[in-house]
């Protein structure tokens, strides 16, 4: 049996902060040249000075375990594989940055399976509030966008309330055209500086938007007259229900609407999304884009590993999230080709499907499911062993 603590200190690897790779890639370059080679002894001069900057680099990462303390220190094999009696191979040699940093964090889980798709919806740019239904709270939710693609998974538990309080403003209302169908609508479209319920009112013809909150809208005011000029009141209410001070606005209602917004709004680059609570403690989605975007959210069971609540210290070293761990990181190591056998992942579970025994990641299955990546107490590090793991989730089987 291993035995850490008798272990040389040097494999109790400290974690490099950010960038990990590239500074334990340092410590083996430099050391190369320090070995005799020809080319190395005619350039005496570079050598010397790279012997000076290989110190330097030395002394810091040797001040750095000196001072700070390793992963094990704060995570004794005991704690974080307590029921062990064989350990996974990069954990007992304390390659812990394999699994749990190094590379850059720009992994997106791709769930592909398992997801209920519950409500779908557009964005012209800026940023909008949807007000979500209190049934989808019983889910981790899936938001995703085809162009650009972007899914991101939100837990809905320890949602943080609600904090902007800048009154809001309105930017600008253009005319944008005409459209004619059983009657005559015209369509204004409106920006303000933050998300809020438009209304405009124009000589006897409105319109408004819904309940949602958008900082830019297209709103159609039906029942116009062609040729006549309008003199419109426009106001702005935010999440608050703080308002806008009225603005007016005037248009002569000719020309069509083209519905050519892609050209005013190209497609986004960057799409972000959160989630936070309102003050009447309704689920509010957060969408903030550069561009045009269709957007659907959707529901997966929630993950049993988002519950557990961290509290990290606020100097912890950078980790990547879970998601990555346990399914990205086997595969540096462990190539999909190898397999005896291969089970579905990122797949959500089905909904008979209970489960709260495995972990969950972001909702959905990862090899950290039916795998303990430090060590177990059964063959393959498995968290359960034989016909009980699968009739965890198949009950069928
Ligand atoms: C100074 C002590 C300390 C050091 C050093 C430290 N941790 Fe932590 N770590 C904590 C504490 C405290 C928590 C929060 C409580 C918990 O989950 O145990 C935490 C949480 C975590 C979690 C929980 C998952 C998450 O993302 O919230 C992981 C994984 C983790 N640490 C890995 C590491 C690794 C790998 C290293 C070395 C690179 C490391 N820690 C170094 C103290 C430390
Ligand atoms: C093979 C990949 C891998 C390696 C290597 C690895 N971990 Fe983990 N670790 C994970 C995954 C995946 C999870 C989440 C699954 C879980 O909690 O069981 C995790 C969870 C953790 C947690 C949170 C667990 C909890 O119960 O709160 C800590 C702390 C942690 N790891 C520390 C370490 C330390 C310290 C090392 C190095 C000695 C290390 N890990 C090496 C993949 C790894
Ligand atoms: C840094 C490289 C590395 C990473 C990352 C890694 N593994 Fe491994 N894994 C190994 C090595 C080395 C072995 C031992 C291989 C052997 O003995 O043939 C191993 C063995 C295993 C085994 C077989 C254990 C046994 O008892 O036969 C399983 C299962 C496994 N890994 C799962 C995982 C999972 C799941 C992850 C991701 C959470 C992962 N590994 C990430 C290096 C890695
Ligand atoms: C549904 C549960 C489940 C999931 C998910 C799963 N495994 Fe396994 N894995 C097993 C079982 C069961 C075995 C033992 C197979 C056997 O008895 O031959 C195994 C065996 C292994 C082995 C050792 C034997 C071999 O086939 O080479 C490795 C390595 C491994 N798994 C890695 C992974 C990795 C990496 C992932 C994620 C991509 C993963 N597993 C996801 C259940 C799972
Ligand atoms: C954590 C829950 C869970 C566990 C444990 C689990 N499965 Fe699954 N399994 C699923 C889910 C979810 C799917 C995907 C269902 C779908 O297609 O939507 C699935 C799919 C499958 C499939 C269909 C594969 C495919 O390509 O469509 C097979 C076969 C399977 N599982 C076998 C097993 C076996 C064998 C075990 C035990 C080693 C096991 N499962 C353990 C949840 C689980």
Avoid at 56 to 64: D, N, P, R, T
Avoid at 104 to 117: H, R
Avoid at 171 to 193: D, H, N, R, S, Y
């Amino acid at each position: 049996m291993w035995d850490l603590e008798k272990k040389n200190p040097s494999q109790l690897l400290t974690f490099p902060p950010k960038g990990s790779k590239e500074k334990s890639g340092l410590g083996a370059v430099p050391l190369a040249l320090l070995l005799p080679s020809k080319s190395n002894f005619k350039l005496l001069g570079l050598k010397k000075f790279l012997i000076i900057i290989l110190c330097a680099i030395v002394s810091l990462c040797f001040a750095q375990n000196i001072f700070a303390k390793t992963c094990q220190e704060c995570h004794p094999p005991s704690k974080v594989a307590p029921n062990a009696r064989k350990w996974h191979a990069p954990f007992i040699e304390g390659k812990c940055e394999a699994c749990h940093g190094g590379a850059a964090n720009t992994f997106q889980t791709d769930v592909i399976k398992g997801i209920k798709w519950f409500q779908s919806g557009s964005l012209l740019g800026g940023k909008a509030y949807i007000v979500l239904s209190p049934k989808v709270e019983q889910f981790d939710l899936v938001f995703r966008t085809q162009n650009p693609w972007k899914q991101e998974i939100l837990s809905t538990l320890e949602v943080p309330s609600f904090s902007e309080i800048t009154p809001p403003e309105i930017v600008k209302v253009w005319f944008l055209g005409l459209e004619k169908g059983p009657w005559i609508e015209a369509k204004v479209l409106v920006q303000t500086t933050t998300p809020c319920k438009v209304s405009v009112s124009c000589d006897g013809a409105t319109g408004s938007t819904e309940e949602n909150y958008y900082s830019y809208q297209v709103i159609s005011i039906p029942h116009v007259e062609e040729g006549n000029t309008y003199n419109c009141v426009v106001e702005a209410e935010d999440f608050n229900g703080v308002q806008t001070p009225p603005q007016n606005f005037t248009f002569t209602a000719q020309g069509a609407f083209e519905n050519n917004l892609s050209k005013l709004n190209p497609p986004a680059q960057n799409v972000t999304v959160k989630l936070f609570r309102s003050n009447l403690d309704e689920l509010v989605l957060e969408i903030a884009s550069d561009g045009k975007i269709s957007w659907k959210l959707g529901g997966i069971a929630r993950s049993n590993i988002a519950k557990k609540s961290s509290s990290k210290p606020a100097d912890h070293p950078h980790m990547n999230p879970l998601s990555w761990s346990s399914i990205d990181a086997c595969y540096s190591c462990h190539k999909r080709s190898m397999f005896t056998v291969s089970h579905p992942v990122n797949v959500a579970l089905r909904p008979f499907m209970a489960n709260d025994e495995l972990p969950l990641f972001r909702g959905v299955i990862t090899c950290a499911t039916c795998h303990n990546p430090h060590g177990s107490a059964y063959p393959y590090d498995l968290r359960k062993y034989g016909p009980g793991l699968c009739k965890t989730c198949h009950k069928d089987k």
